[in-house]
Each structure stands twice: as C-alpha cells, then as structure tokens.
C-alpha cells in the first residue's frame, strides 16, 4: 500500500471538494475521505476550496492537515461560486485523474474507485455519476421536489444542449488531467450551472463522455434554492447555447 500521509508530486488522484458555509456537513465527510484515502492502494491528495463561507468552514477544514498531509484549504475572499470553486480547485490538483464531489457527502469517495475503470482503462476522458441511471447496487435517497427539478432541468438540456445525458448536475464528476485546463479555460459559468457548460464543451471539443449510476443520498442543509437557481440555471443552458454553439 502506497504511503499516502507522505507528500508527494506523483499523485493518482486528486479529489477537489469545493465548499460554503459547510461548517457542520463538511467534518463528517472529511473524516469519510480521508478513511478512504487512508484505506487505498493509489496515492490521493485532497483540495479543499472554501468559497468565501461566513462560518468556520476554512478554519475546521484546515484541522484537518495534521491528519492528512496531502490535504490542500485554499480560500476565496469573497464567494464567487461553486463553478469558480472547482475550477480553482481542479487547476491546484496534482492527480492524473482529478474529481470533485459535493461538500454535503451525498456521494460517498468509494463511488471514485468503483468507477475509475472507465478512464484508467476504457479510454473514456470523464466519467459523470448519475442519479437517473441505475443498476442493481446503487442505493438512491432522492427527495421527490429536487428529483421533479432535475428531470425538468435535464429535459431543458436535451432540447437545448445535448441528448445524451440524463443528470448532468450530479456532484460527482471524474476528468482526466489532461483535459482540465483546456475545457476550463474555455468556461464563463461560476455558480451552479457550470455542469453544463463543460459537459457541452467537452461534447464539442471531441472529448469522451460516459454516465452511469452512483448512490446519493440527501443530505439537508442545501444551498439550492429549488425556485430561484432553477431559473438561474435554465438562463444558463440559454448562455451556454448563445457562447459556445458557434464555435
């Protein structure tokens, strides 16, 4: 087993968790990340993107560095979003693979290995989880509100962007290293509907896509709010649509 408490450039895997306000969801999930990190034979680094939260949140996460030394709290001063924040996170990481996953721990890390495969040897250039795929292992604890408005907002995305889908939001998505800065540095979007947007770049620029099912569970506390970000994000699919359709 590799020793992952020791730093070093030649990482497997970054995993970027951007995070507001999550002083209370974000310590249990540390602890979950870490333990997986802790448990695998590939070498992991974490990189933890405080998006300019009012709360502890920077503070507690930087704990956390005594337990993990390859963890990395970079902060925004001011928050600018959680497209921002992944993007900064994933341009800090090291990791051939890099993923980012959601604060709130609705997706568990042992979802990383479980399908690294489809990059490490399928040739695949991302892999997305998804909540509207399934199969006989994934468990889903999905409230029925938020799954009405991902089916509404995906339904947009088909008809405006790309067919080939299903959940373009989950929070879980899986890139490889290479292909970061070339996608990202094309991006605009920093708040929620930034998903979109880089899968659309990805379609474009030629990049491969696979979906398929992760467990996710909710987990209160959201930062969503259901009514007022839906809009923003069908404005959204309309931006990406008006950017980037003709080139």
């Not at 709290?73 to 994933?90: D, E, P, W």
């Not at 880089?198 to 987990?219: F, Q």
């Amino acid at each position: 087993m590799c020793p992952l408490n020791i730093p070093s450039s030649n990482v497997d895997i970054s995993i970027v968790i951007p995070a507001f306000n999550e002083a209370k969801r974000l310590p249990p999930f540390l602890e979950n990340v870490i333990k997986h990190c802790e448990s695998s034979k590939l070498l992991y680094e974490i990189v933890v993107v405080d998006d300019g939260s009012e709360d502890e949140t920077f503070d507690i996460a930087r704990t956390y560095k005594s337990r993990f030394l390859r963890l990395t709290v970079v902060r925004n001063r001011v928050n600018r979003g959680k497209g921002y924040a992944v993007k900064k996170g994933l341009f800090r990481s090291a990791g051939r693979v890099c993923i980012f996953l959601d604060a709130d721990g609705s997706v568990h890390p042992r979802e990383i290995e479980k399908n690294l495969h489809y990059i490490s040897n399928e040739g695949y250039d991302i892999f997305i989880g998804s909540r509207a795929i399934y199969n006989e292992s994934q468990i889903l604890k999905v409230k029925w509100y938020r799954k009405l408005i991902s089916t509404v907002f995906n339904f947009f995305v088909h008809i405006f962007l790309f067919k080939n889908i299903q959940d373009a939001q989950c929070g879980f998505k899986m890139f490889k290293k290479e292909i970061i800065r070339p996608i990202f540095a094309k991006s605009h979007l920093r708040g929620f509907g930034f998903d979109v947007e880089i899968l659309y770049l990805a379609y474009r620029m030629g990049y491969k896509v696979r979906e398929g099912p992760v467990s996710w569970h909710y987990v209160s506390g959201s930062k969503i709010n259901l009514f007022t970000d839906s809009i923003k994000m069908f404005i959204n699919i309309l931006q990406v649509r008006n950017w980037h359709a003709g080139k």
